[in-house]
């Protein structure tokens, strides 16, 4: 099914002055990380997003392209307001190299994501992104919220966003029919004939990363899935070529070796980007390769989605981007700096250490279960100088991962332990001596299976309430535990069981939107590697919410149909609005009651022409309104519809009616319709008393058999528009059938006949044939159908007729019907 969606860009993405096609020798990490950092402080438009993919545009241009974005200034503090918009996809546009636009759906006031919904309820996160002749094609995953935790939400399939450059119109976001498994667009390779599209599969804690390809360069072609042998047509054949990849990654050619950067998802929560290499697109991977440790994990934050930019890398290096942000949106606000891109670049390839110079693998490694959930290593010492470290690895066989993974801290002594084990998963474990020229090879694998018992409840569980409708709960860690769900029951509402409010991790969590005086009840469960632990001793907390400010830059414009449009400055997500209107010709001394918007712009309609009007403006935050706007003021002006209606017909022509249809282009605006009577020699029409709303009227009252001319106009307060092309009509009384005449005897004739519709009267007309008489009328009109004639001569024949009439004229007699009269 093709999707058309018209979304308002802020950016007209005019080709302008052409920017380089790629800065000279590149730029490096530091000076892209601070290009993001002052452009997220002073562009006074985003600042701050995760994703952080890269597209070169024909006209030299760079394209940023962001999924969940935080608009609108950087408080003097260096936090991002509570009232900042925040949407769930953007871009950002670079010119040679500066940043210079930023591009999204809706307006400057009232912005919307670039790609918009398809419910209220989902989302499109982006993909890769390329170009295709003078169309930027783009993949998007459409998402469903779960819960209020980032780590909340769940795949409802792949979609496929088109672009017309260069001023990046919207033309269409077509689904694919590739189902709901695996999120495709994660990265985007041109390789030889053909378009290789990776794409992630969730399962678990542990990612995997697919392969699909179209032949050229056209996402809309068919696409091929590698099925682990060969290709295959449909996505259900799809095969696993690694695991621990993010959910977006970069993948990239470096002469005959294909690199895939990645965040590290093979550990939960880890602070490592790591790069596979292979012969190959499809594989076998080699790795990993450690490139870089993360320092923002030390706070407490949360690091993934590294992906490639190699339209901006220097030559020998690998430039990489990677995403920060706090599962505590309170963090998030706090410090706008956190949710922006990091870049960091890497000599690529990596210098491989001289085999002879690395320490020999460690021997006899053994790995034993711990009651506790976690394994305890020893292994025998390598015999080399003080300055020896291990490193151990590990596997999760039962999770099915490709590859293993860094655990731990480098150690000097012969033992580890390794935590954050899944209870009955079997695992591998190898570990490696690091000397001074580099790390030596792996130790034979010890395998063990772990025995993880649940965690204990959550202590020290504690609720404060804020003054916007949140609640911040807090806890005390848990050894090996790092997710914990947030459970969250409304007492004063009289809930009996509790919701579900999202997953988290670290030690705290914000819970918002909730509503005022209420009281809310707080449960918390910690998920360990052995199942949910029993729920936490309940804590309460009673929500406030301070009224929100008056909505400032309050505007009123008059339009030119008569309505009056008002704006004003948004104040953030879940706030509502009441608009008050006062009719200030009117004398009305109070304002009725107040219109409701969700979102910071108002249409008064139904308005007065001439008459001025005061507006004034609420918020509502939740059920608290907070003061009115000063008011603004602005007088409804209409101006005569300038649109004709165009194929003005008559449908139905009726007794003393006819039925008239046309086209407007405002079909359920007002209109005029005029006759006048050709018959009785009228020269100027004459206008209806009633106007009527929509393209259809019954024109009623008119005398049967003239011929009359009709035109209509579009109207409103001001006046009437220009008039349509006349159309005629000749209403004309119908003719009585089935007349049928019986001598009654004693000089009488009984007749009847069918009637001829609803309201007519029928006039008799009768005539003594055998005396050679003429027709005559009889001078009392008849209301029902039949009719019994008196006072004839006996041995006459007679001829009778019937016309209808609707008591000012007269239709055209039925058929004669002769009768002798006894």
């Known amino acids: 099914m093709l999707v058309l969606y018209a979304t308002a860009l802020v950016l007209s993405l005019t080709a302008g002055v052409p920017g380089r096609a790629r800065a000279e020798g590149g730029m490096s990490a530091d000076r892209l990380t601070a290009l993001f950092e002052r452009y997220g402080d002073t562009s006074g438009r985003w600042n701050g997003a995760d994703r952080t993919a890269s597209v070169r ?76 002749g003078e169309t930027l094609q783009m993949l998007v995953n459409r998402y469903r919220r779960t819960g209020d935790g980032p780590l909340d939400h769940v795949l409802l399939g792949t979609s496929l966003a088109t672009f017309a450059l260069p001023g990046m119109t919207p033309v269409a976001v ?51 899935f590698w099925t682990g042998t060969g290709w295959a047509p449909t996505a259900d054949r799809s095969a696993r070529i690694l695991s621990g990849v993010g959910t977006s990654y970069g993948v990239q050619r470096v002469g005959d070796r294909y690199v895939l950067v990645t965040h590290e998802n093979n550990l939960v929560f880890s602070a490592d980007v790591v790069a596979y290499t292979a012969g190959g697109p499809t594989g076998p991977f080699e790795g990993p390769d450690y490139l870089h440790r993360a320092p923002e994990t030390d706070a407490g934050h949360l690091v993934y989605d590294a992906d490639l930019h190699p339209d901006l890398a220097r030559p020998g290096k690998l430039l990489i981007s990677y995403n920060v942000n706090n599962v505590d949106d309170a963090v998030t606000y706090a410090d706008a700096g956190l949710y922006r891109p990091r870049f960091v670049e890497v000599d690529w390839p990596r210098p491989r250490p001289d085999r002879a110079d690395v320490p020999p693998a460690p021997a006899a490694l053994t790995a ?13 010492p ?35 332990s390794a935590d954050f084990l899944v209870n009955g998963h079997e695992y591998e474990f190898r570990v490696t001596a690091v000397g001074r020229r580099g790390e030596g090879p792996p130790s034979p694998v010890a395998r063990m299976t772990a025995t993880v018992p649940p965690p ?24 090996f535990v790092q997710v914990f769900r947030l459970y969250r029951r409304d007492v004063t509402a009289g809930q009996r069981e509790p919701a579900l409010v999202g997953t988290f991790t670290g030690t705290s969590a914000t819970v918002g939107s909730l509503w005022h005086a209420r009281t809310y009840e707080f449960t918390l469960v910690a998920v360990g590697g052995g199942g949910d632990s029993p729920p936490s001793t309940p804590v309460r907390a009673t929500a406030s919410v301070s009224p929100p400010a008056a909505p400032a830059r ?51 309609r139904h308005l007065e022409h001439g008459h001025e009007y005061e507006f004034t403006v609420s918020a509502v935050d939740r059920d608290r309104e907070g003061p009115l706007s000063p008011p603004v003021r602005a007088r409804a002006t209409f101006s005569a519809p300038k649109v004709v209606p165009t194929d003005l017909r008559v449908t139905e022509v009726g007794t003393g009616e006819v039925e008239l249809t046309w086209r407007s282009a405002s079909p359920g605006g007002w209109h005029r319709v005029y006759r006048r009577d050709l018959t009785a020699g009228e020269r100027e029409f004459t206008e209806e008393e009633v106007p009527v709303q929509g393209t259809r009227a019954t024109i009623r009252q008119l005398r049967n058999g003239h011929e009359y001319e009709f035109v209509v106009a579009a109207a409103n307060q001001a006046g009437a528009g220009r008039q349509s092309r006349p159309v005629r009509a000749v209403p004309r009384l119908p003719t009585p059938a089935g007349l049928a005449a019986t001598s009654a005897g004693n000089g009488e004739a009984r007749l009847s006949w069918r009637p001829a519709g609803p309201g007519l009267a029928y006039r008799v007309q009768v005539r003594d044939v055998t005396a050679g008489g003429e027709w005559r009328t009889d001078p009392v009109p008849v209301g029902g159908t039949d009719f019994t004639a008196v006072l004839l001569v006996r041995g006459h024949r007679y001829e009778f007729r019937v016309a209808a009439t609707d008591g000012i004229d007269t239709g055209t007699p039925s058929a004669p019907i002769a009768v002798l009269v006894r």
């Open 382 to 416: 390598v015999p080399v100088d003080d300055e020896l470290r291990y490193l151990v690895h590990r596997r999760n066989v039962t999770a099915g991962q490709t590859h293993f993974v860094r655990i731990g801290e480098p150690s000097a002594e012969p033992r580890s």
């Open 554 to 604: 309050l505007t009123a414009q008059a339009q030119p149909d008569g309505d009056i449009r008002l704006d004003w400055a948004n104040l953030g997500p879940g706030v509502s609005y009441r608009v008050y209107r006062r009719d200030l010709t009117a004398g009305q001394s109070r304002p009725g009651p107040p219109a409701l918007e969700s979102r910071p712009s108002h249409l008064a």
């Open 368 to 380: 034993e279960a711990r009651g506790a959930g976690n394994a305890e290593l020893r292994w025998r």
């Open 174 to 224: 077509r689904p694919l029919p590739l189902g709901e498994r695996i999120s495709w667009g994660s990265s985007l390779l041109r390789d030889g004939g053909h378009t290789l599209i990776y794409g992630t599969e969730a399962s678990g804690e542990t990612k995997f990363a697919h392969l699909a390809r179209v032949a050229g360069t056209d996402l809309n072609g068919p696409w091929e």
């Open 57 to 132: 545009l024909p006209d030299g241009r760079l394209l940023w392209l962001f999924s969940d974005t935080f608009l609108g200034p950087v408080g003097p503090d260096g936090s991002r307001p509570r009232t900042a918009s925040f949407i769930n996809n953007s871009a950002v546009v670079q010119q040679g190299d500066e940043l210079r636009e930023t591009v999204h759906g809706g307006t400057a006031e009232d912005p919307a994501s670039l790609v918009p919904p398809p419910a209220a309820d989902q989302f499109y996160w982006i993909g890769d992104a390329q170009v295709v």
């Open 456 to 479: 204990p409840p959550p202590s020290g569980v504690r609720a404060e309430a804020g003054r916007t409708g949140d609640v911040a709960v807090h806890w005390e860690p848990i050894p």
